[in-house]
């Protein structure tokens, strides 16, 4: 069995352009502090992996205190941690995961093709994509299978369930037929909960913490353990700030 962490959509140094200037800069600490809680989850979990499917960035403009959070915050989890770059923040030979000095234990997908990481430890295969460009609108999966079946197959992937889409779009049928036992997604900020398709379960975890009215209710990440053609997963609540609409009863 394989525990691993999934999150996506942080959105770090988002401008929260609605706020002062103080009150921006006390909800991009916040979000900063949502990696040490991540550390610290994955620490207590005592996980295997930690996967990080897109738009970790808000923007290519991050500032130093950010970076400093990031690996300080992420060379703190005692496992493998997988990136796949998003829309947002796309791999770029600017970027900030090309030029930051990044810990040992952090994979950076850098290809716009699917790559394989074998980890022969945990006997597990993590395959990955980098969006290196804002938009994608072909199907990574298209074609995609896995045949091996010695190792749990994980995949972290930015994408969205959807016939068309600016932004990786996959098909049902694609997800059934890639052979990977979990496929980790972002970027859709509202939680699915767990799916399947096929012998694949599949799921979205949402983004870790509301940034506005679009984005209500609990937010958090997913725990799961993984077995072959088999997995189970927990929501857990990271934020620290929810965002409700309240209607006044009459």
């Known amino acids: 069995m394989l525990k691993l962490i999934h999150g996506a959509d942080f959105h770090l140094d988002s401008p929260f352009s609605g706020l002062t200037p103080e009150q921006a800069a006390a909800r991009r ?19 295997d992996l930690v996967l ?34 998003g829309n947002h923040d796309p ?24 790559t394989p990481v074998e980890l ?29 079946r010695d190792r749990i197959q994980i995949m972290c992937l930015h994408g969205e369930v959807a016939s068309q889409s600016n932004y990786a779009p996959i098909s049902p049928a694609d997800i059934a037929a890639s052979g990977v036992d979990y496929l980790a997604l972002g970027p859709i900020h509202q939680g699915t909960g767990l799916r399947r398709e ?16 679009d984005e209500l209710g609990e ?4 725990y799961a353990e993984v077995e072959p053609g088999h997995v189970e997963a927990e929501f857990i609540p990271l934020g620290n700030h929810n965002y409700e609409i309240l209607r006044e009863q009459p």
């Not at 993590?126 to 896995?146: C, I, M």
């Not at 937010?219 to 997913?222: D, E, F, R, T």
């Open 120 to 148: 022969p430890k945990l006997n597990c295969t993590v395959y990955g994509r980098a969006f290196t460009s804002p938009y994608y609108t072909v199907n990574p999966l298209a074609g995609f299978h896995s045949q091996d």
């Open 219 to 222: 937010k958090g990440v997913l």
């Open 91 to 114: 791999y770029t030979p600017g970027s900030l995961y090309a030029t930051l000095d990044w810990p040992e234990n952090v994979h950076i997908f850098r290809d716009p093709s699917i």
């Open 198 to 213: 096929g012998r694949t379960f599949w799921a979205y975890p949402g983004c870790p913490e509301g940034r506005g009215f």
């Open 52 to 85: 990080l499917s897109g738009d970790l960035l808000d923007s290519d403009r991050v500032f130093r205190e950010t970076a400093q959070a990031l690996a300080r915050a992420l060379g703190n989890i005692p496992c493998p941690v997988f990136i796949a770059p």
């Open 29 to 47: 600490g916040e979000q900063r502090r949502l990696l040490d809680d991540l550390a610290q989850l994955a620490r207590e979990r005592a996980v």
